[in-house]
């Protein structure tokens, strides 16, 4: 664990940090606990004597030079446990005249510490951490680790020391972790926003930047109270004058960190590191107040709750919210901002990315409902579409009328007017959709929410919603009071929608496809659509909904005289779709796993309701994680498991995806890469962790092999 100063805690506040630290790692409860029983040797013995930490290269950005801090008249744990505010190892490092490195003050030592740190990480073949002692002049190397770096750092260190001839391309990938590539696409300030903030005098302090990224949030002085602030969806940066291990769950929750004392090996910089987070440490011109709750600093009075913002990578606090602008990364790839060759850290992504899409198996799509979202994913290196949700376009403008108008119809002559509206502006997305994504495919799911969630819920917008509609109060009341379900989540919704009012199908269908002809007619693209039915439980559905489809292709293609290749296939998202996928199988061409809802369904809970006992539940070890966002392979895992099987025992060229939040968490796509999927499918940012996550499947396969 990240060292820390000895404290005088009871043994259950021991446990409780010991706890708290395993789970965030994932380390099992059963596991020992290592002592080391050595002679010691001193650095408090005079002027002579001193201590120190020091980094092979630089942690925070990957830099290949010696990184660290030491202190004079001291003992290891006065420099890691932020009590003293250390000395920079070598001249880059200072940060004022006033500081002394251990490089001037005294430079035999320096030499002789460069020196073994070279050794060690050559025979290591990676970045070491490593604590020294100089006890009356000689050195001492007292133990040495990998060390923790930032995704940024991570990714620089392991593409370099491929470059050196140290490690190779897959053992580069193996030593990142997936998450890590958040970090590098991590928002930065807007730099005007930044500029106009240290004009108006807004930036009212520095300290070390400990971790990356930037962000802003309300200041919280108490790790609990972070706690409750961000289960209530608040930005919060915790603010303390030192962390301790007692403070990790509330570190893991907040935005950022902000520490008034510590340097770059402290307590709060290795763990902020380890987490990812932002975090500005040492910044020494604070003065906190935890009784008033409130802070000082150069004149300037902060109270808890108000906004301040920090920079991860430069040091800097500054009062208030500021805009943040994308990452590096996004700027060559999307913004366009920058050239390739001017961002060293794009060019470090790229390489990693070629080496990852040489490794991996499983091809990666995205889930978009817009053009934006599909032109990041593309730029991200996206393959495909693996969801489409159409019902995100029916909540927009004017589309939401029409909606209505359909729902409260008396009679399918009605809806299929309301309908006829609403098919033109779906053409049209789809159009765009197609343009950007070209000859790849793109998933389409028919309409999947029960119905009312496109009306209103209290009497002042039933009322509102009533006049514009052109009906009274009390019939629109009555409308949505008639949809109110129970259990909407197991209701009305789904191909259930498609199968009472074939109408909706038909009309998707027909944007779909019109969508498709007139792109390739107009502009001689060949579109590739796959249409998938949701929610489905028994072949008959499938059956039913698939001969709507077809028919309506059938007669689009005829009146435009012109064909295009489709798809038709299903969502496995409840445990009877995977257990007779060998008779859905039948009517679809593909799967697609839904394990959001395979979830909720396999285990009988809802994912809006569960975390009213979720944290009881980890806490006792009923359950080892939360299963909304790391894939259940012992439970959903069986059944998608089972659905392949079975489903491919029909149809050999079943083509098997996934298409819920888990195709972005990395052990989930590992999972789906170990039973034979052909794809996962995520949101635009976790495209690149998905990746990577896939190539590091597919280096531990032919390990084992």
């Not at 005249?97 to 251990?102: F, G, R």
């Not at 009075?301 to 990452?327: A, M, Q």
């Not at 009877?576 to 809970?605: K, P, V």
């Not at 895992?637 to 489903?647: D, R, S, Y």
Request: proline letters at 5%; aromatic letters at 6%; a negative charge.
């Amino acid at each position: 664990p990240p060292r820390s100063t000895p404290s005088n805690s009871s043994a259950a506040s021991d446990v409780y940090k010991r706890q708290a630290y395993r789970k965030l790692n994932d380390i099992p409860d059963d596991l020992g606990t290592a002592v080391n029983v050595q002679t010691m040797v001193f650095g408090n013995m005079g002027p002579d004597s001193g201590t120190g930490v020091v980094f092979t290269r630089n942690p925070a950005t990957g830099e290949n030079h010696i990184y660290g801090e030491y202190l004079m008249n001291a003992q290891g744990e006065d420099v890691v446990a932020g009590i003293r505010t250390p000395q920079p190892i070598n001249r880059r490092q200072k940060a004022s005249p006033q500081e002394v490195s251990l490089e001037e003050a005294m430079p035999e030592v320096y030499k002789e510490l460069e020196h073994y740190c070279k050794v060690l990480e050559r025979h290591f073949r990676d970045m070491q951490d490593v604590e020294f002692t100089i006890q009356r002049g000689k050195l001492f190397i007292l133990q040495t680790r990998s060390g923790k770096r930032t995704g940024l750092a991570a990714l620089r260190i392991a593409v370099d020391m491929v470059t050196e001839g140290l490690i190779d391309e897959e053992e580069a990938l193996m030593r990142i972790e997936p998450e890590q590539l958040n970090q590098l696409l991590r928002p930065v300030f807007d730099p005007e926003e930044k500029e106009k903030a240290r004009k108006e005098g807004r930036v009212v302090a520095k300290g070390l930047p400990a971790g990356p990224g930037a962000t802003s949030g309300h200041v919280v002085f108490f790790p609990s109270e972070v706690e409750e602030r961000t289960a209530k969806g608040e930005e919060v940066i915790l603010v303390r004058v030192e962390t301790s291990p007692e403070d990790i769950r509330g570190m893991s929750a907040a935005q950022g960190i902000l520490t008034a004392r510590g340097g770059m090996t402290s307590h709060a910089a290795l763990v902020a590191r380890q987490m990812g987070k932002v975090c500005v440490v040492g910044c020494e011109a604070l003065r906190i107040d935890y009784k008033n709750r409130h802070l000082e600093v150069n004149g300037r009075l902060i109270r808890e709750g108000d906004y301040i913002s920090i920079d991860g990578s430069t040091g800097e606090v500054i009062l208030g919210k500021l805009k943040t602008r994308p990452s590096e990364v996004l700027e060559v790839l999307v913004e366009k901002r920058l050239k390739p060759e001017e961002s060293q850290s794009y060019q470090i992504y790229h390489k990693l990315m070629q080496w990852a899409d040489r490794k991996r198996k499983l091809r990666v799509r995205v889930n978009a409902d817009r053009p934006e979202q599909a032109s990041l994913a593309l730029a991200l290196g996206a393959e495909g579409i693996g969801l489409c949700r159409t019902e995100h376009m029916f909540f927009e403008g004017e589309r939401i009328y029409a909606m209505r108008e359909m729902i409260i119809a008396q009679d399918p002559e009605s809806r299929r007017e309301a309908l006829d509206k609403l098919l033109p502006m779906q053409r049209e997305d789809f159009k765009a959709i197609f343009r950007v994504m070209r000859d790849l495919p793109v998933t389409i799911r028919t309409l999947d929410p029960p119905l009312h969630e496109f009306l209103p819920h209290s009497d002042d917008e039933i009322a509102q919603v009533a006049e514009r509609m052109g009906i009274s109060f009390d019939e629109l009341k009555a409308k949505v009071e008639s949809l109110r379900e129970a259990n909407p989540m197991l209701g009305h919704r789904g191909c259930r929608l498609g199968i009472v009012y074939p109408e909706i199908t038909r009309m998707q269908a027909r944007a779909i496809f019109e969508a498709a002809c007139e792109v390739k007619l107009e502009e001689g693209i060949e579109v590739h659509p796959e249409i998938m039915i949701p929610l489905v439980g028994h072949v008959e559905e499938l059956r039913d909904q698939r001969r709507i489809v077809d028919e309506v292709a059938k007669e689009v293609f005829a009146r435009y005289g012109v064909e295009v290749p489709y798809k038709v296939g299903t969502m496995i998202e409840i445990p009877r779709g995977a257990l007779t996928a060998d008779e859905i199988a039948q009517q679809a061409e593909f799967f697609s796993f839904g394990t959001n809802d395979l979830t909720q369904t396999t285990y009988g809970i809802s994912r809006d309701d569960v975390g009213k006992f979720l944290r009881a539940y980890v806490e006792k070890g009923i359950w080892d994680f939360d299963p909304f966002v790391k894939l259940d392979t012992k439970g959903v895992g069986q059944l998608m498991m089972l659905a392949v099987e079975k489903g491919r025992e029909v149809r050999a060229d079943l083509k098997v995806g996934i298409c819920g939040e888990h195709g972005g968490e990395p052990s989930s796509v590992k999972f789906c890469h170990s039973i034979g999927l052909d794809y996962v499918s995520c949101s635009p940012l976790r495209i690149p962790i998905a990746k990577l996550a896939a190539a590091q499947a597919a280096i531990e396969e032919n390990g084992k092999k």
